[in-house]
């Protein structure tokens, strides 16, 4: 079955940087672009970033936009998100999902459990 | 401040019907589909409708979507306990941005 399974999270100083995993099985993931979406406690969901299937194509929220990289090694069938620069507004649980489509985003149809990021001093 | 805009609460009573809307504009909802995640708590979200009213497998027809202009809706009819969540309406803006409502806590009275 589908599985993705995010790490990387913790607690983390102002400023420092942190990179996120996300591993997938259970697909063959190189043929799927996948997502990177957030949620901040007690908040909504935000969209952060998209890679295409061959990480040729990214895009990314106006928010992390030049702080955070969104990258993938399908190899060893795993999503990154290296993030630096974090702000106390960086903290949030993040997702990684799957989209249904290689290329472009459409939908995500599966996610993983999260990992929350904590920017503290 | 959320992209597209969600009332923040709905409520129903077994069995009635509710509707959740999601507004947007000309370049988010006016020209690209709209997809309706449901958050249960404390689990990660689940897409309930794709390309505006489209089902995947495995969700109950209760749950229909609909899309004119800019704005967006989610019907759940014959309301469960079990629905009670938070209800995400997502799309996308002309610049391939993903945009997201700002959520809706659906309480099942």
């Known amino acids: 079955q589908v599985q993705l399974v995010e790490s990387g999270g913790g607690v983390v100083q102002p400023g420092r940087p942190l990179r996120l995993s996300c591993a997938a099985s259970g697909f063959i993931f190189r043929n799927y672009a996948m997502h990177w979406v957030r949620q901040a406690p007690g908040e909504g969901l935000e969209w952060v970033a998209v890679i295409s299937f061959d990480g040729s194509i990214k895009y990314y929220a106006d928010s992390v936009k030049g702080r955070f990289t969104v990258s993938r090694d399908n190899s060893r069938s795993t999503l990154y998100l290296q993030t630096n620069s974090l702000t106390v507004e960086d903290t949030a649980v993040y997702f990684c999902a799957r989209d249904v489509k290689r290329d472009y985003a459409d939908y995500a149809d599966y996610w993983g459990q999260g990992t929350l990021v904590t920017v503290s001093s | 401040q959320s992209v597209l805009t969600q009332p923040p609460s709905a409520s129903g009573t077994p069995g009635q019907r509710v509707t959740i809307s999601c507004s947007g504009s000309?370049?988010?909802?006016?020209?690209?589909?709209v997809n309706w995640y449901q958050q249960l708590p404390g689990t990660a979200p689940k897409v309930l409708i794709y390309?505006?009213?489209q089902r995947p497998s495995g969700v109950p027809d209760r749950f229909s979507g609909s899309k004119s202009g800019t704005s967006a809706s989610l019907a759940i009819s014959g309301l469960q306990s079990e629905d009670e969540a938070d209800y995400y309406c997502?799309?996308?803006?002309?610049?391939?941005?993903?945009?997201f409502g700002g959520g809706t806590k659906l309480t099942v009275l």
């Open positions: 997502a799309s996308w803006d002309d610049n391939l941005i993903g945009v």
């Open positions: 390309s505006n009213n």
């Open positions: 000309s370049s988010n909802i006016g020209s690209n589909t």
